[in-house]
């Protein structure tokens, strides 16, 4: 007979599953007998020792065994069936909350029973609250030595473990005898070890298995499915960007005619790392083949300068170049920018958002459609259907964190014109742990500005509780007035809207204008007109006000190098990430600067470790590693990387040693054994819709 497919047979097939125990399963993401293989047990316990009732201590999972003294039902706040057994060496009270007569009238008086549960301490000795149980005969031989270890798997509402472990055993009895096809070549596998036997290792161990590896997920068979899931997580990824790739590019030569004159106005010179990557960057543009490249920089490292020479390259060539950033703020600002540098090269930047009404956005749209706009800005708005491009060569996003895989995509096809997509530039706006550039972005490719413009000099950060706020009051009129600097106070809360967070920031800066009568204060938040809010951010940066009060709108991009310190109200609430961002607003110029949290006390033990890295680090790569411990991966990602996140049995964490040659090995099995690609990404990543298209 040939062996079935064991991703073809049903879990229903199975005994035990019916079609309420099949719905429950499916909530798990367990359809199939396969499915149900790599559904690996959370845990394990030691069921085969039997532990004397005397040695029993509060919080133990463990079998105890005795003879029943008695089994009587009680009638307190809850009926409930109450049995004590004793083994000779004490007493064991156990109880059930739900429980029938058959069940009562079997625990019969000079019977055994054998237990399992967790201990509990309980009024004259331990008790277990609805242990498993079976009544027995005889006694068994207390024993300390183990025979095999329990699997305990994760599972959901209504399905009990025993039920799942009942429907474990059948797969796993399934494995053994029909085996499961192993795509990952021989010579490739960790540890030697075969598919099959590592499920079989982790679904019921060896009684001489090192209990510890396995609880930390050391142990070689759960390294080695990690690694096969990575591997296929990186291949899913590299196939789309294969794809990505098999279409055809403008090519665009690195020289351009633009570019001399566009340094000789600059006010300074690219740094090293600047130029570095720039030159990365056109040797992509130069193919024909669309770039895919992701310019990680911290905070203040000209980012923006990179994009603008980037840009150049295609615009000198009479093509277009848009650039999307997340907020209107930050675009508006990018805008600003671009219009500033390039207007005197005679090149046109527009600039295209939701509040972009009207005639004004009629003139927008047409100008994009005619090419007479050669710099293209703007938020998610520029993606709408009604926007079309004349002959967009290249797109540049800014603060790649909120955007998905998908929206990427999505842009692409936007921007396509004849045959030709356009070439696609990610920035970050903080940078990425490398494990998860690794992984989260390994279809593209990466370019580092490890350097900053010269002459900062570091932000000083404290944290500060807001019992204290009197005196930071203080500090901010003494930075304005003596040292002539200006201060952003930034408002936080934990309410997502923005109508309060708004609200917070007006009372705020109220609140500050009252307390500081000498200043000027200003008000700046997302709920504004774009124009007021231009107006205010120019008229602060023109030095016009001394204290900007604002909502995290100016998390990103605003730059005003006279500014000196930076209060953040609710550090707590915010990721580091984020934190590292706002704070990024002071420490521009030459002077010294600051940065004071004023949290909220009591901190919980995660915010003061998180303080506590922002106040010993201002490297953006160092807080960006700490972050993702602190954490995890999914937060550090955000809701929009899900894919990645649903990680079944790798770890980021902990299993980021393997990433260097997780990805040496994809690039190897695309070149080598394509034939083992697809399978790997189907069994791994199939049912996830990040990874479907690709
Ligand atoms: P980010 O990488 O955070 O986006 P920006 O592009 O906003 O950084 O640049 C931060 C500041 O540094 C801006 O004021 C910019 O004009 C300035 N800057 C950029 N490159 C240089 C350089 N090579 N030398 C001096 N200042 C620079
Ligand atoms: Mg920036």
């Given at each position: 007979?040939?062996?079935?497919?064991?991703?073809?047979?049903?879990?229903?097939?199975?005994?035990?599953?019916?079609?309420?125990?099949?719905?429950?399963?499916?909530?798990?993401?367990?359809?199939?007998?396969?499915?149900?293989?790599?559904?690996?047990?959370?845990?394990?316990?030691?069921?085969?020792?039997?532990?004397?009732?005397?040695?029993?201590?509060?919080?133990?999972?463990?079998?105890?065994?005795?003879?029943?003294?008695?089994?009587?039902?009680?009638?307190?706040?809850?009926?409930?069936?109450?049995?004590?057994?004793?083994?000779?060496?004490?007493?064991?009270?156990?109880?059930?909350?739900?429980?029938?007569?058959?069940?009562?009238?079997?625990?019969?008086?000079?019977?055994?029973?054998?237990?399992?549960?967790?201990?509990?301490?309980?009024?004259?000795?331990?008790?277990?609250?609805?242990?498993?149980?079976?009544?027995?005969?005889?006694?068994?031989?207390?024993?300390?030595?183990?025979?095999?270890?329990t699997p305990v798997y994760p599972t959901t509402e209504g399905l009990k473990q025993l039920s799942i472990r009942a429907i474990?055993?059948?797969?796993?009895?399934?494995?053994?005898?029909?085996?499961?096809?192993?795509?990952?070549?021989?010579?490739?596998?960790?540890?030697?070890?075969?598919?099959?036997?590592?499920?079989?290792?982790?679904?019921?161990?060896?009684?001489?298995?090192?209990?510890?590896?396995?609880?930390?997920?050391?142990?070689?068979?759960?390294?080695?499915?990690?690694?096969?899931?990575?591997?296929?997580?990186?291949?899913?990824?590299?196939?789309?960007?294969?794809?990505?790739?098999?279409?055809?590019?403008?090519?665009?030569?690195?020289?351009?005619?633009?570019?001399?004159?566009?340094?000789?106005?600059?006010?300074?010179?690219?740094?090293?790392?600047?130029?570095?990557?720039?030159?990365?960057?056109?040797?992509?543009?130069?193919?024909?083949?669309?770039?895919?490249?992701?310019?990680?920089?911290?905070?203040?490292?000209?980012?923006?300068?990179?994009?603008?020479?980037?840009?150049?390259?295609?615009?000198?060539?009479?093509?277009?170049?848009?650039?999307?950033?997340?907020?209107?703020?930050?675009?508006?600002?990018?805008?600003?920018?671009?219009?500033?540098?390039?207007?005197?090269?005679?090149?046109?930047?527009?600039?295209?958002?939701?509040?972009?009404?009207?005639?004004?956005?009629?003139?927008?749209?047409?100008?994009?459609?005619?090419?007479?706009?050669?710099?293209?800005?703007?938020?998610?708005?520029?993606?709408?259907?009604?926007?079309?491009?004349?002959?967009?060569?290249?797109?540049?996003?800014?603060?790649?964190?909120?955007?998905?895989?998908?929206?990427?995509?999505?842009?692409?096809?936007?921007?396509?014109?004849?045959?030709?997509?356009?070439?696609?530039?990610?920035?970050?706006?903080?940078?990425?742990?490398?494990?998860?550039?690794?992984?989260?972005?390994?279809?593209?490719?990466?370019?580092?500005?490890?350097?900053?413009?010269?002459?900062?000099?570091?932000?000083?950060?404290?944290?500060?509780?807001?019992?204290?706020?009197?005196?930071?009051?203080?500090?901010?009129?003494?930075?304005?007035?003596?040292?002539?600097?200006?201060?952003?106070?930034?408002?936080?809360?934990?309410?997502?809207?923005?109508?309060?967070?708004?609200?917070?920031?007006?009372?705020?800066?109220?609140?500050?204008?009252?307390?500081?009568?000498?200043?000027?204060?200003?008000?700046?938040?997302?709920?504004?007109?774009?124009?007021?809010?231009?107006?205010?951010?120019?008229?602060?940066?023109?030095?016009?006000?001394?204290?900007?009060?604002?909502?995290?709108?100016?998390?990103?991009?605003?730059?005003?190098?006279?500014?000196?310190?930076?209060?953040?109200?609710?550090?707590?609430?915010?990721?580091?990430?984020?934190?590292?961002?706002?704070?990024?607003?002071?420490?521009?110029?030459?002077?010294?600067?600051?940065?004071?949290?004023?949290?909220?006390?009591?901190?919980?033990?995660?915010?003061?470790?998180?303080?506590?890295?922002?106040?010993?680090?201002?490297?953006?790569?160092?807080?960006?590693?700490?972050?993702?411990?602190?954490?995890?991966?999914?937060?550090?990602?955000?809701?929009?990387?899900t894919g990645l996140v649903d990680l079944k049995i790798a770890d980021l964490t902990r299993d980021k040693h393997m990433l260097?040659?997780?990805?040496?090995?994809?690039?190897?099995?695309?070149?080598?054994?394509?034939?083992?690609?697809?399978?790997?990404?189907?069994?791994?990543?199939?049912?996830?819709?990040?990874?479907?298209?690709?």
């Amino acid at each position: 007979m040939p062996s079935p497919n064991l991703a073809q047979y049903a879990i229903t097939d199975l005994k035990g599953v019916g079609p309420k125990a099949a719905e429950r399963l499916a909530k798990l993401g367990i359809s199939n007998v396969q499915e149900m293989l790599f559904h690996l047990p959370l845990r394990y316990e030691d069921r085969a020792k039997t532990y004397s009732i005397a040695t029993l201590m509060p919080h133990m999972h463990v079998s105890a065994q005795g003879e029943i003294e008695q089994a009587n039902i009680t009638f307190g706040k809850r009926k409930m069936l109450v049995c004590q057994i004793n083994d000779g060496t004490g007493r064991l009270t156990l109880r059930f909350f739900n429980f029938s007569a058959a069940q009562k009238n079997a625990m019969q008086p000079g019977k055994f029973m054998r237990c399992f549960g967790e201990v509990r301490r309980g009024r004259v000795g331990p008790e277990m609250a609805h242990p498993e149980y079976s009544i027995v005969d005889t006694m068994e031989e207390s024993s300390s030595e183990s025979e095999s270890l329990t699997p305990v798997y994760p599972t959901t509402e209504g399905l009990k473990q025993l039920s799942i472990r009942a429907i474990a055993e059948q797969a796993v009895e399934l494995l053994r005898k029909y085996d499961i096809e192993d795509h990952l070549p021989k010579q490739y596998r960790p540890n030697q070890l075969s598919l099959k036997d590592a499920l079989l290792l982790l679904h019921s161990p060896p009684q001489n298995v090192n209990l510890t590896q396995l609880e930390t997920g050391q142990h070689p068979a759960q390294q080695r499915l990690a690694f096969e899931e990575l591997l296929a997580q990186n291949l899913s990824l590299l196939k789309l960007r294969q794809k990505s790739q098999a279409v055809n590019a403008v090519s665009l030569p690195p020289t351009n005619s633009l570019e001399p004159e566009f340094l000789a106005q600059l006010p300074f010179k690219p740094t090293n790392a600047q130029s570095r990557v720039v030159s990365e960057i056109k040797q992509d543009l130069q193919k024909s083949e669309p770039m895919l490249r992701l310019v990680q920089g911290d905070v203040g490292s000209g980012k923006t300068l990179v994009a603008a020479l980037s840009a150049l390259t295609a615009i000198a060539k009479g093509y277009q170049v848009a650039l999307m950033a997340p907020t209107e703020i930050l675009s508006e600002q990018h805008a600003l920018n671009f219009k500033s540098w390039f207007t005197q090269l005679g090149v046109e930047t527009c600039w295209l958002g939701g509040k972009t009404k009207g005639k004004e956005r009629t003139q927008t749209l047409e100008k994009i459609a005619n090419g007479q706009a050669q710099m293209i800005v703007g938020t998610h708005a520029l993606f709408q259907e009604q926007v079309v491009f004349s002959n967009l060569a290249l797109i540049i996003i800014d603060e790649q964190h909120r955007f998905g895989v998908h929206q990427r995509l999505s842009l692409r096809e936007k921007g396509k014109f004849g045959d030709c997509y356009p070439h696609q530039l990610v920035m970050t706006a903080t940078p990425i742990p490398r494990t998860l550039a690794m992984t989260a972005y390994a279809d593209l490719e990466t370019s580092i500005i490890d350097e900053l413009p010269p002459g900062r000099t570091p932000i000083t950060t404290v944290a500060v509780p807001d019992t204290r706020r009197e005196q930071v009051i203080k500090r901010v009129e003494n930075a304005c007035l003596e040292q002539q600097r200006q201060v952003y106070w930034v408002c936080t809360l934990i309410d997502e809207s923005e109508a309060l967070q708004c609200q917070a920031a007006e009372d705020t800066a109220q609140q500050l204008a009252k307390q500081l009568p000498d200043l000027k204060v200003a008000l700046v938040h997302g709920r504004m007109k774009a124009q007021e809010k231009q107006q205010i951010m120019a008229d602060f940066k023109a030095g016009l006000y001394h204290v900007l009060v604002a909502t995290t709108v100016i998390e990103v991009g605003v730059d005003v190098p006279n500014a000196s310190l930076i209060i953040i109200e609710n550090p707590e609430r915010l990721g580091l990430a984020q934190l590292h961002q706002l704070r990024g607003r002071v420490g521009r110029g030459d002077i010294a600067s600051h940065c004071l949290l004023l949290y909220h006390a009591p901190l919980s033990n995660t915010a003061q470790k998180r303080l506590g890295v922002l106040r010993d680090s201002n490297d953006g790569f160092v807080i960006a590693e700490k972050d993702l411990e602190i954490r995890g991966p999914g937060e550090v990602l955000g809701t929009k990387q899900t894919g990645l996140v649903d990680l079944k049995i790798a770890d980021l964490t902990r299993d980021k040693h393997m990433l260097p040659s997780v990805r040496g090995l994809a690039f190897d099995l695309l070149k080598h054994h394509s034939a083992s690609v697809d399978p790997l990404i189907l069994r791994w990543m199939g049912n996830r819709s990040e990874f479907a298209m690709a």
